[in-house]
């Protein structure tokens, strides 16, 4: 077992992630500290893990109260013996849907000012029970690098929660805790297809297991190494997406994949038009159709041997498709 006889707090564990995360901990032979706001989500967690033969313990606190949270670490480290790992998977209250030239300031800050101070709160007070053992490992969940519009201050956050990641593996690097935080682009539902993987290189985005597997992989000693990262389940979004809204039309419309014939750079998305078919392609390097790679958006009619104004063709090939700009 990975994280056999560690202890390990997971705050938010009653939500999605951090249901998960905790749930893997505790079958990797970790201890397992619930927090949260709800005592009765926490305990149907923490009775999941303890009917697989897991130890969980629950306890209620918010962890933007710093004495709470401060309070809570040192009951665990003194009923435990120490404190081997800390994630946080709390929600950011988060505001989403509208532009942000429509948005007040106070929204926008809202989930910056939340994720900023529960990490910086959880993580401080864990890192003290651990540098003084000289060692610990300190998680934090977060989001991708990509530009999507509409997310208000959901990129603001997590490029605030990459910082204080890095400043923290930075002064307590040398104490033996390691730091590093987790990027997703959300998880499907088990069991439900996953339109918005459509974004992606790979075929899907991480299932919350995914997600619950690479963080026991961050917290074990098969991670020593690292420390001031970040840990991609992205699928390559955050690599390799431009904003475009790729696989969508203007109009939002979800649209469904079909390889190019003869066509090396990339994939198109049928959807029906009154004078003419138009596609939106997604263009790759020149290898395989069906690469799913992220460069830029397509269109062609079809009918018409002639780019259109401002067009140009989309590949050397003289495929008949032609791309914007």
Known sequence: MLLQNRITIVHGGSGAVGSAVARAYAREGAEVH?????R????????????EGGIAHVAVLDAVDRDAVERHAAAVADQSGGIDVCFNATFNDDIQGTPLVDMRVGDVMQPVA?????????ATAAARHMVGRGSGVILVMAGGREAIPNLGGSHVAWAALAGLCRQLAAELGPQGVRVAWLLSPGSPEPGEPDPDATRLLLPRRPSYADVANAAVFAA???????TATEINLTGALSSTDTGLPVGRTPTGTRLEETPVDGCSFGVECPVGGDDGEVRILREGPQLDPTLKIVVREHVEVEGSD????????CCQQDCGHRTLG
Not at 34 to 38: E, K, N, V
Not at 40 to 51: F, G, K, Q
Not at 114 to 122: E, L, M, P, R, W
């Open 34 to 38: 619930l927090t949260g706001r709800t």
């Open 220 to 226: 074990s000693d098969w991670a020593t190494a690292m």
């Open 306 to 313: 002639q780019p259109a104004e401002g067009m140009s063709r």
């Open 40 to 51: 009765a989500t926490l305990e149907d967690v923490a009775h999941s893990i303890r009917d």
């Open 114 to 122: 939340k994720a900023v101070t529960t990490s910086f709160t959880v």
